[in-house]
Every structure is written in structure tokens, then in C-alpha cells.
């Protein structure tokens, strides 16, 4: 059966890639479709995203592209958690507890690297009005957690190696190396053009002590407020990018597993949600539907519109641990 059902979907995702533009399925078709699991959404009309076409829009959620942020295996999970719980407790028997941080009490430094290809936004040199609107979208998104994002410098960088670098690329280790500032609770984000559909990436607060140097976020610079990145050209790439920067997993790490993104108040979700599906419950035995509106999912910018008070919470608790100098 397990056999039969990977057969269906790999034919099934063929034809979706070799005929996205044809009329509707058939009855028979439809009802293979359904007897696998899959809906109309999954096979729907041709996504182009960045100059690269795609089958469909959740063909380029399963790309990788939406976000290239390093997957977090369970095992350094747990690590991590040991850790974590570990430090809480050493603070806690020097008798200097951990504690909640008010809204709006911390101040992150931002240092915002504009990689372009050449002069005019075509090229990628965003103007200062969108940086600017870039902000203002952090800060209202981070409205409700103890952070505030005040930006200390622009700066401009004419080279096309570093325009298009990806992930893990020696011109993206070059690139930040060079132009790095501040330190560890210095935000440096890099907008570019990283082509592949990559909207962006983002390095967590454990690997800073680690790789200091390549600490950041990368953006693709048409996904700032009215870039051309459609339908993620309202800021929110940068959003979910810094929420990873400041420890916060997917919404859907782990899938419907109890551990998930280690934020209690956020649902299971089984996997990547993309547009804005309303009502969707991809983890039916687990308690609420999936969240949707949630940064650290993969909707359409102007589907996602908070944090939840248990990822405030997690941030604040990173941001302490690995981003905030030891208290005296």
C-alpha cells in the first residue's frame, strides 16, 4: 500500500510539473488526488517567484526556498534544552534569577547591508524609504515581545559576487566577514538578490560563539515593503528571519510530534502552511488549528500578523542566554 501511494504521488507530481497549465483533472484523477491525501491547492496554478518558475505555490514552499534557515535536528534540540535549563538553573543558585523582560525594554542595534548589482532598484539598492519601512514592520511585528529594533547604519556595497551569494557560499562567508559590525546583540541584516526563488536565512543565537562572524540575516531585497516579491513584499521575510535569529523555530518544526517548536501556546502543525488557508487542521488529534497567522509559518505576508506570548518568552530567554552580556 505504503508502495502504491508513493508511486501515485510521484506520477501525480510529474504531471503537475509537466502540465501545469492544463484543463481540470478528471472525476478519475480527482479521486486518486483525494484517495492520497493531497487537494486542489497542492496541485494549483504555475508559481513564478524571482525569475523561477515553480509547478505551483506549495512546489516552491517544498523548494526550500521560502526560507534556507538550517533545519535544527531533534538530537541539538535537546542539547540545547539541557543546556538552556542548565544555565536557568546556575542563574537561579547564584541568585540571579532569569526573568520575563518587559515589552519593549530591549534595545537590538541594527546595522542594514545593502547588496546590489549596480545603481536603481532593479539592481537591488533599495532606497532608504523602504530600509525605513523595513523597521517600522519589525518593530509593530515585535509590538507585544520585550524587543524594539533601532537602526544605528546603512551601508551600500556594490558587488555581484555578493549580490547572488546563497547560504553556505564562500562569497556569503566573504561578504558578511567584511562587512559584519557590533556584537552579539547586533542585528546585521544583508539584503540581496540570492536568485534560486530564496527569500531568505537567518542564523540562531547558539551558533553565534561558534561563527560570530557569520551571525545575521540575508533578505531578499525585493521582500521589503513595497518590493516586488509578491506575495511576500510586506516586510515579513525580515520578520520571520529575525525571529529566528532570536531562537524561534517554524511553527511546524516537528511536525504533529509533541516537541514542535518548543513553544507551548503555538498548535501542532504537520507541515509548512503557504497562501492563507483559514481553518486548516493538518494535526486533527492535537488540540487547535494550525497557526496560520503565526510569523514562524510560511503564509503569505499579509496572512501572518503575530507572535505568540510562549515565542516572546522563548526569544526573551535566548536573546538572555546567548545575545545578552552575563550580569554582574
Same mark, same amino acid.
Request: negative net charge; contains cysteine; hydrophobic residues 35%.
Given at each position: ?5 508513493? @508511486?501515485? !504521488?510521484? %506520477? ?7 502540465? #501545469?497549465?492544463?484543463? /481540470?483533472?478528471?472525476?478519475? +484523477? *480527482? ?94 539598492d533599495i532606497p532608504e524609504g523602504q530600509i525605513t519601512a523595513q523597521m517600522q514592520v519589525l518593530n509593530d511585528a515585535y509590538a507585544n515581545t520585550p524587543f @524594539?529594533? !533601532?537602526? %544605528? ?7 555581484? #559576487?555578493?549580490?547572488? /551569494?546563497?547560504?553556505?557560499? +564562500? *562569497? ?128 503569505d505576508d499579509n496572512c501572518m500578523d503575530r507572535f505568540s506570548n510562549g515565542q516572546s518568552r522563548r526569544a526573551d530567554k535566548q536573546h538572555q542566554k546567548y ?6
Amino acid at each position: 500500500m505504503i508502495q502504491i501511494r508513493s @508511486t501515485l !504521488t510521484a %506520477v501525480l507530481a510529474g504531471m503537475a510539473l509537466l502540465c #501545469s497549465a492544463a484543463p /481540470a483533472l478528471s472525476a478519475s +484523477a *480527482a479521486d486518486i488526488k483525494a484517495q492520497i491525501g493531497e487537494t486542489d491547492a497542492d496541485f494549483g496554478p504555475k508559481f513564478t517567484f524571482n525569475g523561477k518558475a515553480f509547478a505551483n505555490q506549495k512546489a516552491f514552499i517544498d523548494s526550500g526556498a521560502r526560507c534556507s534557515t538550517r533545519h535544527v535536528p531533534d538530537f541539538e534540540q535537546k542539547m540545547l534544552d539541557a543546556s538552556l535549563n542548565q544555565w536557568v538553573a546556575e542563574r537561579a543558585a547564584a541568585g540571579k534569577p532569569v526573568q520575563e523582560r518587559p515589552i519593549g525594554s530591549v534595545n537590538v542595534p541594527v546595522y542594514f547591508h545593502v547588496i546590489n548589482n549596480g545603481s536603481g532598484i532593479g539592481n537591488g539598492d533599495i532606497p532608504e524609504g523602504q530600509i525605513t519601512a523595513q523597521m517600522q514592520v519589525l518593530n509593530d511585528a515585535y509590538a507585544n515581545t520585550p524587543f @524594539t529594533f !533601532t537602526l %544605528v547604519s546603512t551601508t551600500r556595497n556594490t558587488n555581484s #559576487s555578493w549580490y547572488t /551569494a546563497g547560504p553556505g557560499t +564562500a *562569497a556569503e562567508s566573504q561578504m558578511k566577514s567584511t562587512l559584519r559590525q557590533g556584537g552579539a546583540d547586533a542585528l546585521n541584516i544583508y539584503s540581496s538578490n540570492p536568485g534560486g526563488g530564496l527569500l531568505g536565512w537567518a542564523t540562531f543565537p547558539s551558533d553565534y560563539a561558534s561563527s560570530p562572524s557569520m551571525d545575521g540575516v540575508v533578505i531578499l531585497f525585493s521582500s521589503v515593503p513595497g518590493g516586488t516579491a509578491s506575495p511576500y513584499n510586506e516586510g515579513d521575510t525580515g520578520t520571520h528571519e529575525v525571529g529566528h535569529w532570536l531562537g524561534l523555530y517554524h511553527t511546524f518544526q516537528g511536525g504533529c510530534r509533541a516537541l514542535g517548536d518548543r513553544v507551548n501556546d503555538t498548535p501542532a502543525e504537520g507541515s509548512a502552511a503557504f497562501g492563507c488557508p483559514v481553518e486548516r487542521d493538518s494535526c486533527p488529534s492535537a488540540a487547535g488549528l494550525d497557526p496560520i497567522t503565526n510569523f514562524m509559518d510560511y503564509t503569505d505576508d499579509n496572512c501572518m500578523d503575530r507572535f505568540s506570548n510562549g515565542q516572546s518568552r522563548r526569544a526573551d530567554k535566548q536573546h538572555q542566554k546567548y545575545r545578552t552580556p552575563a550580569p554582574v
